[in-house]
T-cell receptor, first 110, second 117 residues
Framework: QQPVQSPQAVILREGEDAVINCSSS?????VHWYRQKHGEAPVFLMI?????EQKGHEKISASFNEKKQQSSLYLTASQLSYSGTYFC???????????FGTGTSLTVIP | KAGVTQTPRYLIKTRGQQVTLSCSPI?????VSWYQQTPGQGLQFLFE???????NKGNFPGRFSGRQFSNSRSEMNVSTLELGDSALYLC????????????????FGPGTRLTVT
């Protein structure tokens, strides 16, 4: 029931783009994205509700395909500050429990 | 506005002992969730409380318990500690659930690093 994220880890140079995927085996009501920097607590990025919406936050955006039970996080023109572990969090259509994904470690190098 | 606070920040216990961790949510937040974070398992959901009621519980043994007080502060307790309980325990607070059923964004505390020897 824990969503699976891919890739597990990615290394980028500043300015490059990245996509992080989150797949669930359950029909989803919403997807949340969080970023956790090393030694810090996770920080909320954005929420996507079912309906296939796409949201943006500066150069970070995300989409949610409810039919495929997948969400993707897009990071464009990456900056050093984007380094960290990204987690998706999912709320299924049935049941109340919120699940975090397996995590994706993203490292941006100069 | 003060953030989520957790005490203590670090704790070392021996096997068989019990431990109580505390979480104070952001003022006005009525929902508190607890997570266990380990390198191998990632972020695992423990429980969620809303207005002093446990709304959800993850797949953890009965040794893990929690409660929430009328001021929304929450505690979690782990009895008969095992080596595998060594982890970062994170507390997150939120406004709760929207009328639509979705959950508001969660704000995490700095965590309590528990080491069991």
């Amino acid at each position: 029931q824990q969503p699976v994220q891919s890739p597990q880890a990615v290394i980028l140079r500043e300015g490059e783009d990245a996509v992080i995927n989150c797949s669930s085996s359950k029909a989803l009501y919403s997807v949340h994205w969080y970023r956790q920097k090393h030694g810090e607590a996770p920080v909320f990025l954005m929420i996507l509700l079912k309906g296939g919406e796409q949201k943006g936050h500066e150069k970070i955006s995300a989409s949610f395909n409810e039919k495929k039970q997948q969400s993707s996080l897009y990071l464009t023109a990456s900056q050093l500050s984007y380094s960290g572990t990204y987690f998706c969090g999912t709320l299924p259509n049935t049941g109340n429990q919120f699940y975090f994904g397996t995590g994706t470690s993203l490292t941006v190098i100069p | 506005k003060a953030g989520v606070t957790q005490t203590p920040r670090y704790l070392i216990k021996t096997r068989g002992q019990q431990v109580t961790l505390s979480c104070s949510p952001i003022s006005g937040h009525r929902s508190v969730s607890w997570y266990q974070q380990t390198p191998g398992q990632g972020l695992q959901f423990l429980f969620e409380y809303f207005s002093e009621t446990q709304r959800n519980k993850g797949n953890f043994p009965g040794r893990f318990s929690g409660r929430q007080f009328s001021n929304s502060r929450s505690e979690m307790n782990v009895s008969t500690l095992e080596l595998g309980d060594s982890a970062l325990y994170l507390c997150a607070s939120s406004l709760g659930r929207r009328t639509s059923g979705d959950t508001y964004e969660q704000y995490f505390g700095p965590g309590t690093r528990l080491t069991v020897t």
